[in-house]
């Protein structure tokens, strides 16, 4: 069987696949970062201290990483909902290498930031679960489950979008290397 020469604006069925691949994988990066970002920053619970009228509340915006988390988490959403157009514009034209080039450095930095801010707030909850007894820093979950809970669910999602970014920096390789 012999190869006929390739047409051009016609994208070799390998790199097609590749491109439609990747705008999946970009949906469901968008759906870990954008619910794991939500999920933190609607984050709080209140507690009873004595009486009513005293209270303690736990939000996520009283520990400055967990601010952080929320932004990284943001802005990598944010490039991920742009980044669809790229996306779109590959399956259509799957020869365009300098676009692919810039997602394969932008999904880079992306991942970097996210994993910045998941890495940041793993830190905290890791002492909100097991607490520091060397430095008197109690572990504060036995009272506030809840709020642990949820933040714990969030950085799931976070590491999630992580390794799907990690999988489109590999196809992205991968369909550079098969230009």
Do not use: E
Not at 18 to 45: C, E, H, K, Y
Not at 110 to 133: C, F, R, Y
């Amino acid at each position: 069987m012999k190869a006929g020469p390739l047409q051009l604006g016609v994208a070799p069925p390998a790199n097609r696949g590749i491109a439609i691949l990747d705008f999946f994988l970009r949906l469901i990066a968008i759906v870990g970062t954008l619910a794991s970002a939500i999920a933190m920053a609607t984050t709080n619970q209140t507690l009873p201290f004595f009486s009513q009228f005293i209270r303690f509340r736990a939000k996520f915006n009283d520990l400055p990483s967990f601010t952080f988390f929320v932004v990284a988490s943001s802005i990598v959403s944010a490039y991920l909902i742009l980044s669809l157009g790229f996306s779109i514009l590959h399956i259509a034209k799957s020869n365009l290498v300098n676009s692919r080039v810039l997602l394969l450095l932008l999904d880079t930095a992306a991942m970097g930031l996210l994993m910045a801010g998941s890495a940041a707030a793993t830190a905290i909850v890791q002492l909100a679960h097991k607490g520091n007894n060397k430095v008197n820093w109690f572990a504060i979950c036995q009272q506030y489950n809840s709020f642990c809970k949820r933040v714990s669910g969030s950085l799931i999602g976070s590491y999630a979008g992580v390794v799907v970014l990690i999988l489109l920096i590999l196809l992205s390789g991968l369909a550079l290397s098969r230009r």
